[in-house]
């Protein structure tokens, strides 16, 4: 019974066969997939690299221009040129290393943030916040204290900076002055992120409460509640 299928090779003087035009070109293609693959893990090779330094969990980054900024539980902050981490690529490349570690927040960084491409700010388990002017040498600003928890979310523009956290309220701080001009509440549980409008002029902010509020940033008042938006099966139990 004929078992080839239809594939049938030349018979050569010693009996064998050799490769019929169907199993040259299956092994051909064969070849051509390796090498592609092959020379696909080079190429990722040479255009990733690890940039270590931390020593806990990174909670955020900000980018300006050519540097690079990250927050960590470790309770650091820390500079990285993005100009010589293109130069660290290949797989024969040694981690690069922090240019400059700002003097962070001991009990561990939550969040981070850039506002108005000057001042950087990192939110804290000690429920400070804390705000570096980028402009000035990275000089630290005095810590700004109001929250009575974690503070879980920064965001800022126009010189105004927010901050909201476990203790379900957002503090409202001018960089300038560094002094707090006021709260705003409204979220039943923990306040879990915060984004400014490009004109300033509303602040939005998402809780553990599965509730979305819209806030006039000059009145401080909330005017709008997309409330139940996201709400799902499960009652929220509380912040994690």
């Known amino acids: 019974m004929d078992m080839s ?16 035009p169907r199993r040259k070109a299956l092994r051909e293609e064969f070849e051509r997939e390796t090498e592609f693959f092959r020379r696909g893990e080079e190429e990722q090779r040479s255009q990733f690299c690890v940039a270590q330094g931390h020593l806990q969990a990174v909670r955020g980054i900000c980018v300006l221009g050519d540097m690079a900024y990250t927050g960590s539980m470790d309770g650091t902050v820390k500079a990285w040129d993005l100009s010589s981490l293109m130069y660290a690529a290949g797989p024969h490349a040694t981690a690069p290393k922090p240019v400059r570690t700002l003097p962070g927040n001991p009990s561990g960084i939550s969040c981070l943030t850039l506002m108005d491409e000057r001042y950087l700010s990192a939110g804290g388990w000690d429920a400070d916040v804390r705000v570096w002017d980028l402009a000035n040498d990275a000089r630290a600003l005095k810590p700004f204290k109001g ?43 923990a306040v879990l ?19 979305v509020k819209v806030w006039d940033v000059e009145s401080r008042q909330c ?13 929220a139990r509380g912040p994690a």
């Open 5 to 20: 299928h239809g594939d049938h090779s030349p018979e050569r003087r010693d009996g064998s066969r050799s490769p019929s």
């Open 147 to 189: 929250h009575s928890e974690f503070v879980r979310a920064v965001a800022g523009r126009n010189g105004l900076l927010f901050s909201g956290g476990n203790d379900r309220t957002i503090r409202v701080w001018d960089v300038a002055s560094e002094e707090c001009l006021g709260m705003m509440a409204g979220h039943t549980l």
């Open 193 to 211: 992120c915060l984004a400014v409008a490009s004109d300033g002029r509303r602040l939005f902010s998402g809780g553990y409460d599965f509730l």
């Open 223 to 235: 005017v709008a509640d997309l409330g139940g938006t996201h709400a799902g099966r499960h009652r």
